[in-house]
DNA sequence: CTTCCTATTTATAACGTTTTCAATGCACCC
DNA sequence: GGGTGCATTGAAAACGTTATAAATAGGAAG
């Protein structure tokens, strides 16, 4: 139970026989600081175990070492959320800055959320997805100055820094696939194309389609944003119907479990489908799917280090990064 | 870009013509501040947008209204680390706490982290889990002072917060179900009984096991502590033997995912499984097994309430609470 | 020997709170 | 009319850090 007075500069000070100016900008690294008395005061820095304050850093310098990500209501859940979190903290290893999860609630106005963490300096970066051409949120964040990574992009003329996954060229493959097993109506499930991203799988999908000579439909639903129920629902009811389509294209591995469900539940046997993967799990459903996989952990990582970059004054420009899919898995066939 | 000069309590006390001294009490609602004041400056206070710099109130009082959730390595992947995030921020709305995850890296020892934590005062109360029955960390958490909720009990002499499942009532009824079924030779999925939570699902399976008459046995493997592949293999393996288990009990769904993929691919077609299910998409596994509900949302939140309690100086005796299992899920049969 | 420069160190203030202690005003009571 | 007590407010210090500006010492230049 005996707390042994946590150490401070002071602590270090006393000991080294130095004013605590000299022990802070030693420990920071400042130029104009004798290479010896450095040396000593990082040697007694790491013997009494001393580590900065960082509240105390933080009222001072204004800068809090957080970097926010907000994630939407469903995306917790079973959601790519957790890979992108493992990412950020990856990236961020060996740096000052910590991570800290916003969840977005239903009732709570995601502009009010992104004015708290302004108005608060609440943290230094902010990382988010979902986003819209004409996204307010980023309009807002460029002028208040809040550095920021979006995943997704927008069609605003001022540059800002974002992570996309390729999008158009995983539904122009997945359209290419499910031709070429046979497919003739394949039906692409999506959520609404008030996110730019479903603009994108839309068009991969319909410029395949046409391509090929198929005619596809678009299904709503979407992992994380409806939750499977709806989903499966939605399948099952457009299954039930004579010209239902004969080979799917989903955005997650929740979307395939519903979509097979649903093929099973309506007694359909012939199912092609090709899923967008996140994790590991998709080699583990039966029967097995095609999946294009989307690596979430790399995503974060990404999007982190251009954060760091931004943050440091590289201009928005060249802040910018398309992730590719890799080629289709084609699984135990 | 034209920053409006974030408000403080000076902003406030200039406009009230009052002393900082006071703005701060009447805010806090001490009590002995006329409330005519106390309204006047909490008007102002709502006018102006103000809100306390928390790096300030932390340097200050040495609080950092933080809590942290420790996630061990696998479980932030598809686990249901997510789903108790999102029962420990609902719990601490409207309380000035904030969560922060850290995620526990698998080469930094835990125990280096709960020093961290300790050490720099990072955080006001620590959530965690996988607990065992002699948890050092647990030990060290008591002697340094620090308040935390365990999820899973230890058998330590000293009383300290938990919240736990009924994880022997939950293998009992699952044991019960198969042999229901018709199984004879049941086998349990499960991490080493290092953690005492798998001592008693253990007990509680063999307890039934034994009341039932059948032999039961116990397989390695546990959702996000091996990842699928490996539980994949080790169900493959065991079903290509002669005298293979004819029903499963699992700890999740992504372990079932994984058990019937082995069925599929080792061609058994009689399949009797109970798993524990913390989201819905156990619905939609085809085929459909049974299943047992762990609210993690409820666990989170109920962790939550108790450190908060905990932190308020409640005594640790009665802070509790043990999770019963729903009844098992018989779906669609 | 003085002057000026460089290298290194230091004193002091400030960031926005909360807390401790003291001050003020005012009514009350003998 | 001056204690006494109560209700309310205020001044000042402190938390641990960093930034600004100033001080010191030791040479080099004149």
New binding site residues.
Partial sequence: MAHPE?P???TIAAIA??????V?????GAP????E?RARVQRIAVEIG?S??RA??R???GRSNVIALILPPHEEILGYGASMFRGITRALRGTPYHVVVMPHFEDIPEAEMLDKIIRNRLADGVLFSRIRPDDMRVKTLLEEGMPFVTHGRTELATPHPWVDYDNFTYAYRAVERLVALGVRRPALVSAPPSQTFCQHLRAGFFRACGEAGVVGEVLPGFDMEDPPDVIYRHIRDRLARSDAPDGFICPGEVSALAINAAWVDTGVDTRHLVMKSTSDIANFIRPQFDSIFEDMTETGERMTGLLLRYIAGEPAEQLHHVISPPPLAVIGR
């Fill in positions: 946590r401070t500069l002071k026989g130095l004013a605590v100016t000299t802070s900008r030693a420990l920071a104009q600081i004798a290479p008395t001393y900065p304050d105390a850093q009222l001072r310098t």
